[in-house]
């Protein structure tokens, strides 16, 4: 009785019955905190298809080889080339077919990787992260035989079905070649998957070969990220009347038969730990960009915040355009200004989108000017310079990496200038072919005609 004498009133310790109370309301508060939690990462984890995001598919900004690269040339121009990709350590995209690298296995079983093995080895030396992707397919695996027909047509044949394990078998091949690449693409665009008969994709066809693909490499290795299924996220202007999809916006109405491809294989998909898309900002009718070049860029948030939703998947974009083609699929209308600012203001909604990769097709040349282009073509003697494009590229990855947080800061005058900032960082974007003077966050700013400025 005498040690509970004082009572709580005088300090003394608190009566047994009290005590226990208080411990069993803390266990419960506890209890219920720890639900919630629970409750929340369970909804997470069914938002994401029963697959955590992976930090290991947050690459960033970077770009694909295509059929001319710093690979061949003059030797002056390659080393000169050779050091800009290694000061830069962009991710770097390569095709086991095509777009470079010759028939990996013309006949069953006889493979040929003197091309790949080449590519793989620029990516390397550059030390930026290497991706291939898994597409063409050999012309045996598609009705021909051990003569490569190097058509686009027939490039962009898919496997017959009955090869699909074989195409499977290649890629578990190449998974094992080259064991310091972890992150893998199959196929592209749904090349070849197309059925005219339904008048829509071939998307039961296409996932049984990524599902095929997919469970070969992780019987190679485990240490890798696969991701699919690199649909054309095509779009049809604001008044179409066929294939209209609820993902719409200024910019058009991305086609419903894409939309039901990616979801599709999202519920059938054995796995997947990013998913890749391509696309363009201009419509698939008649090369529309509405309201405007910029403006439709905006296209490219939207499509990522909707893939982000509907996969609960980091996003990748495999590729990306601004600029309609001509006739011969090449983009030089534009003077490269125009071309640079038009494709910071997509980098811009790509980023503040939580895009987690995005691949710049490349289009090198062989000669003369090369709209686009990241470096001067190293046929040319003096060739491999950084160009334009490489300068948005190289500074975006290292001023907007994935997960960074951006905003939009304030911006007032007389208008048509885009700007994106970080803590450290901003750009800013002159939209008008003709000099600006605004102010941006209270400080006065001038802008020339499609100028695209870095600020801190």
């Known amino acids: 009785m005498g040690r509970h004498a004082g009572g709580p009133a005088a300090g003394g310790p608190a009566s047994p019955k009290r005590g226990r109370w208080r411990t069993a309301a803390l266990l419960a508060t506890v209890a219920c905190a720890l639900a919630l939690l629970l409750a929340a990462l369970l909804a997470d984890w069914h938002s994401r298809g029963g697959a955590p995001h992976d930090e290991r598919a947050d690459i960033g900004w970077g770009f694909t080889h295509t059929k001319n690269s710093a690979d061949r040339g003059d030797d ?11 000061a830069e350590s962009l991710p770097q995209n390569q095709h086991i077919m095509g777009w470079g690298a010759d028939n990996p296995e013309p006949r069953p079983g006889s493979y040929n990787f003197a091309d790949l093995d080449r590519r ?5 030396r550059s030390g930026g992260t290497p991706v291939l992707t898994l597409c063409c397919a050999p012309d045996w695996m598609k009705g021909g035989g051990a003569r ?5 047509k027939s490039l962009e044949k898919a496997p017959d079905r009955d090869h699909y394990r074989d195409f499977a078998l290649l890629a578990g091949v190449v998974a094992k070649r080259y064991p310091d690449v972890h992150h893998f693409i199959v196929w592209n665009e749904l090349k070849g998957f197309y059925d005219e008969s339904r008048k829509r994709w071939n998307y039961e066809g296409y996932t049984e070969l990524y599902n095929l693909v997919y469970e070969e490499i992780r019987k190679q290795r485990d240490d890798v990220l696969i991701g699919g299924p ?3 996220m095509d779009s049809n202007a604001p008044d179409a009347a066929s294939n209209v999809s609820a993902l719409q916006g200024p910019w058009g109405i991305v086609d419903q038969r894409a939309v039901d491809a990616l979801q599709y294989w999202n519920r059938h998909k054995a796995g997947a730990d990013f998913v890749v898309v391509d696309g363009s900002s201009y419509t698939r009718d008649g090369d529309r960009q509405l309201p405007d070049e910029f403006r439709a860029t905006r296209k490219f948030a939207d499509v ?4 982000r939703k509907t996969t609960g998947l980091p996003v990748w974009w495999a590729e990306w355009y ?3 083609a001509d006739a011969r699929d090449e983009r030089a209308g534009w003077t490269e200004e125009h071309r640079v600012a038009v494709q910071a203001a997509a980098m811009m909604n790509m980023a503040e989108s939580g895009v987690s990769a995005a691949f710049y097709w490349n289009p090198e040349g062989t000669s003369g000017a090369c709209p686009g282009c990241l470096w001067a073509p190293t046929e040319l003697g003096g060739g491999g310079g950084r160009l334009p494009m490489m300068d948005l590229l190289s500074r975006f990855a290292r001023e907007f990496p994935p ?4 905003r939009r800061p304030d911006v007032r005058g007389n208008g048509g200038v885009l700007a994106l900032a970080s803590r450290d960082a ?20 001038e802008l020339k005609g499609y100028e695209v400025r870095w600020v801190g």
């Open 403 to 406: 997960g960074k947080v951006v």
């Open 120 to 124: 793989v080895a620029l990516m390397r």
């Open 230 to 232: 690199y649909v054309v």
């Open 148 to 152: 490569t027909d190097w058509s686009q």
């Open 76 to 86: 002056s121009a390659r080393r000169t080339a050779a050091r800009l990709l290694a």
């Open 304 to 307: 990522t915040t909707w893939l």
């Open 322 to 324: 601004v600029e309609p």
């Open 426 to 445: 901003m750009v800013l974007v002159n939209t008008r072919d003709a000099g600006v003077r605004v102010r941006v966050e209270g400080r006065e700013v």
